[in-house]
């Protein structure tokens, strides 16, 4: 049973401190998504990647967020430097896309900044 | 961009009730509008999806409905259980994928 994996599962950090998540797609999979999910914010958006090129990264605050797929099988997203309002879930999801399809969503991470 | 708006934020039914939730989307490119289920503390979880050739979709009790012309689209769900207590998502996606604020559905026993 193949599965979008994350890590970490949960991070709590200080302001300032520089925060990266890793999500491993599912393998096959052509397309990457990064959202972030606040209790007010729902299912944002953050970026995607399709066949590891950034397809749309308008979501993310550009001084602060950046969001890479060094290969295939990993993509990250980096916070530098964070604050306590990017606290939230993120969670990854994965999908193959031809035109459009279902993707598949990681258990996401938990982060807490202080 | 596509913008997605879904109704109503909270829905609290009797169980074996039925439960509808609509969605309207912006963007007439949009082809493909998938429903997902969240429990608390877990990832979304894909339950149903349409794609734009196609009206209606119905997979046991729970059925999505497409309306291209008017840009709207619903889940329904009938015969409600407990266990069908959930924050519900839709999305549209005509390249990448929005999504609705969701709709937190309460079954009472």
């Known amino acids: 049973d193949a599965r979008v994996t994350q890590t970490p599962r949960h991070k709590v950090t200080e302001m300032g401190q520089e925060v990266t998540m890793r999500c491993q797609p599912i393998l096959g999979h052509n397309t990457v998504f990064w959202y972030r999910q606040t209790m007010m914010q729902g299912l944002e958006l953050l970026a995607y990647?399709?066949?590891?090129?950034?397809?749309?990264d308008s979501g993310m605050p550009k001084d602060r967020f950046s969001a890479e797929m060094p290969d295939a099988t990993l993509a990250t997203l980096k916070i530098q430097p964070s604050e306590p309002r990017d606290s939230a879930v993120y969670f990854c999801a994965s999908g193959f896309f031809l035109v459009e399809g279902e993707q598949y969503f990681g258990p996401g991470t938990r982060l807490t900044v202080t | 961009g596509e913008n997605v708006e879904q109704h109503p934020s909270t829905l609290s039914v009797q169980e074996g009730d039925s439960a509808v939730i609509k969605c309207t989307y912006s963007d007439s490119a949009s082809n493909y509008f998938p429903w997902y289920k969240q429990e608390l503390g877990k990832r979304p979880q894909l339950i149903i999806d349409?794609?734009?050739?196609?009206g209606e979709k119905k997979d046991q009790r729970i059925a999505v409905t497409l309306n291209k012309t008017a840009k709207h689209f619903s889940l329904h769900i009938t015969e409600t259980q407990p266990e069908d207590s959930a924050v519900y998502f839709c999305a549209a996606s005509p390249n990448d994928m929005r999504f609705g604020a969701g709709t937190r559905l309460t079954v009472k026993p």
């Open positions: 349409i794609r734009s050739n196609v």
């Open positions: 990647f399709r066949n590891r090129a950034p397809l749309d």
